[in-house]
């Protein structure tokens, strides 16, 4: 009996297992819609409103140098700058060829051009002292035996000051020793003034010492700043004037005042006196 029943069951499994390999994959019923030939192009719409605007792109590559403009007009002329440092004696030139021998000289009455010469030595002294007193009082130059000191009255600002002292074959006034200082101070004092621009200025650099002259050596044997200066004052009131007492002080570059020019004797000639 359980034989029956277990072969009956294998030939319901067969029969099943011939059923399913005989149904075909492509008699699977599906409901897909197939889509259909495409249409005409439709005609193109309106313009639709502008968009916002995007973000910033990244900067482009860097263009090409032009080419040169052409030269434009020149420029106004500059003011006149310093006068320069006189140059070192050149080197002399070749002798020029020897000129004709001279007529014979007529016998000379020495005597009498002797006196005509001794009275020239006496008027040339009193031109001299003419001269002097001209400059000592007539335009209050102060001299000593090696320099012309003249006190502008004329307020300006310190670059102008040193440039106008360059104009006029000198340059500000730098007193180096005691005598020097005493004496402009002295000058200050009878020209009835408080202080002056001199040829000096602090400087900013540990190398150059405290303070440095117009000829730009340092500061080193003989100050006279007023007591408690210089204080490392800053660039624009790094310039020096000198008072009436002799005493030294820092003072803003940019403001105006008098001031005192120095000349050497030796260079007399292209100095320009007047105020």
């Not at 359980?2 to 029969?15: E, F, I, N, V």
């Not at 730009?216 to 007023?226: D, F, G, K």
Request: proline share 5%.
């Amino acid at each position: 009996m359980a034989l029956q029943l277990l072969g009956s069951r294998l030939l319901l499994l067969l029969l099943l297992g011939t059923m399913v390999s005989e149904i075909s994959p492509t008699e699977v019923c599906s409901n897909t819609i197939l889509p259909g030939s495409k249409g005409d192009d439709g005609e193109i719409g309106q313009e639709g409103e502008q968009g916002k605007q995007g973000k910033t792109g990244p900067p482009g590559h860097r263009g090409l140098t032009g080419e040169l403009g052409s030269t434009g007009d020149a420029g106004q002329t500059g003011k006149t700058g310093p006068a320069g440092y006189k140059g070192s004696k050149g080197d002399p030139g070749t002798d020029g060829p020897s000129g004709l021998k001279g007529k014979p000289g007529t016998t000379c009455d020495c005597g009498r051009y002797r006196k005509v010469v001794g009275q020239m030595d006496v008027n040339i002294n009193k031109l001299k002292n003419a001269i002097k007193f001209l400059k000592n009082v007539i335009l209050g130059i102060m001299e000593t035996e090696e320099k012309l000191y003249l006190i502008v009255k004329e307020a300006q600002k310190y670059q102008e000051a040193l440039v106008n002292c360059n104009l006029r074959g000198g340059t500000l006034a730098m007193p180096k020793t005691e005598n020097t200082n005493s004496a402009l101070a002295g000058y200050v004092n009878r020209a009835g003034l408080t202080r002056v621009f001199i040829g000096l200025q602090t400087s900013e650099q540990p190398d150059q010492g405290t303070a440095v002259y117009t000829d730009q050596s340092p500061v080193q044997n003989y100050t006279a700043w007023a007591e408690g200066e210089p204080q490392g004052a800053a660039a624009n009131s790094s310039c020096v004037a000198l008072s009436s007492a002799g005493r030294w002080s820092p003072v803003l570059c940019e403001g105006s005042m008098f001031y005192v020019c120095e000349f050497k004797k030796e260079r007399l000639a292209p100095i320009t006196l007047q105020q």
